[in-house]
């Protein structure tokens, strides 16, 4: 048996100008995560990483951790199918439709104007709400990679890295929560997309969810561990 684990990265720039960057407490979280693998002596045959710079800077900086404390991690390989799906852009472009279809939407954003504190929170209540409906393709969009399209990269990219794994080894991925809801779905062989997506919504910032993968079998072992982070240093996006 081989044994893989998924890591979110870390929190990211919500609200800025660039989200795909970490956050000063992202970078926090990563370095808290290193320790903690290096303090449990874990040790990776292999390490991937998807092309966005959220996930590559995650990575980067467990690396870094290992280095200073005389470890060494296997240079990462890059899997485009370890991309996050567009969640974020589509919304902005689906929002006209999601209102209209989702009156419950159209209240949140009205309660913003009259109490603009609630701008994140309301923010994010709609993004569940638009989760849902793109994925279960009530939502189309020409320019922007659709759901399905998201899964079957995400698919590919899995099946990629499951073919180079070799019996008995530990290997690390560095990716995205969207991405590892999808993996799970492929473990579990779910169909439900909304459930698929409320996966991803409940993935926190670097935790880790595990696999066993033998040439019969790929089956989830864990999934969303935190065991590394204090509630005061836990978040979502």
């Given at each position: 048996?081989?044994?893989?684990?998924?890591?979110?990265?870390?929190?990211?720039?919500?609200?800025?100008?660039?989200?795909?960057?970490?956050?000063a407490k992202g970078e926090q979280q990563s370095a808290i995560l290193g320790q903690y693998l290096v303090d449990g002596n874990f040790e990776f045959d292999k390490v991937y990483v998807g092309p966005m710079r959220r996930q590559q800077h995650t990575f980067e900086i467990v690396a870094?951790?290992?280095?200073k404390n005389n470890r060494s991690m296997?240079?990462?390989?890059?899997?485009?199918?370890?991309k996050?799906?567009?969640?974020?852009?589509?919304?902005?472009?689906?929002?006209?439709?999601?209102?209209?279809?989702?009156?419950?939407?159209k209240r949140l954003f009205e309660e913003v104007q009259a109490r603009p504190e609630l701008k994140r929170r309301n923010s994010l209540l709609a993004f569940e709400h638009f989760m849902y409906e793109w994925a279960d393709g009530n939502i189309l969009l020409e320019k922007i990679i659709n759901?399905?399209?998201?899964?079957?990269?995400?698919?590919?990219?899995?099946?990629?890295?499951?073919?180079?794994t070799k019996k008995g080894e530990r290997v690390a991925a560095f990716t995205s929560g969207g991405t590892i809801s999808a993996i799970t779905a492929e473990a579990l062989q779910l169909?439900?997309?909304?459930?698929v997506a409320?996966?991803?919504?409940?993935i926190k910032n670097t935790s880790f969810t595990s696999f066993l993968y033998s040439k019969e079998a790929f089956n989830l072992l864990s999934f969303n561990e935190l065991p590394h982070l204090n509630k005061d240093m836990e978040t979502y996006v």
């Open positions: 048996m081989s044994q893989l684990y998924f890591f979110r990265h870390a929190q990211a720039s919500y609200g800025a100008a660039i989200y795909d960057q970490l956050s870094d951790v290992f280095s296997p240079e990462p390989i890059l899997v485009e199918g370890l996050e799906h567009g969640g974020g852009r589509a919304m902005e472009e689906g929002l006209p439709q999601l209102m209209a279809q989702v009156p419950e939407v759901w399905a399209e998201f899964r079957a990269n995400v698919r590919e990219g899995l099946n990629h890295i499951l073919k180079e169909t439900n997309e909304r459930r409320a996966l991803n919504l409940s």
